[in-house]
């Protein structure tokens, strides 16, 4: 067998960028070692803009998926309260005092409180606070806070 030796550095690199280099030779079988072929998907001069808008496009569809799996169930419509609708239910608690706001509603919990009266106080739409108590101490803290 004859030893060929391989061309010097110069030759090999001068070929580069010639038809045929880079390819395994044609013939035998020889597979093909890479292959140029067409862009999957023809969209035009804007072929760069097609990935990024189906991936706005997937996740806007996520974004409804997971909006219509987690959502409340109910409509916008019927999530609004009825000017009609009937008195918030406290459960146990009893309104006993209607204040204009947050530091008046404090101060009497903190009468109430020193009075060995547990109290909770609730912001309502209006912006108006209530102070909310156990049945059992209502009569008392009435008539603690002057009401």
Same mark, same amino acid.
């Given at each position: ?104 509603? %404090? ?14 106080? %609730? ?25």
């Amino acid at each position: 067998m004859q030893d060929r030796a391989a061309p010097p550095a110069a030759e090999r690199f001068a070929r580069i960028g010639q038809p045929g280099h880079g390819r395994a030779p044609r013939g035998a079988g020889a597979p093909e070692r890479c292959h140029h072929g067409h862009v999957p998907i023809d969209a035009g001069s804007l072929h760069y803009a097609v990935g990024p808008a189906i991936a706005v496009v997937v996740v806007c569809l996520l974004g409804l998926l997971l909006r219509w799996v987690f959502g409340s169930g109910r409509s916008s419509a019927a999530a609004r309260v009825r000017p009609d609708a009937a008195p918030p239910d406290y459960g146990l608690l009893r309104p006993v005092a209607l204040l204009p706001g947050r530091p008046e509603a %404090n101060a009497l919990r903190a009468v109430l409180s020193d009075a060995g009266i547990r109290s909770t106080a %609730n912001v309502r739409r209006d912006g108006r606070v209530e102070v909310l108590v156990f049945p059992d101490d209502a009569d008392r803290a009435r008539r603690l806070g002057g009401v």
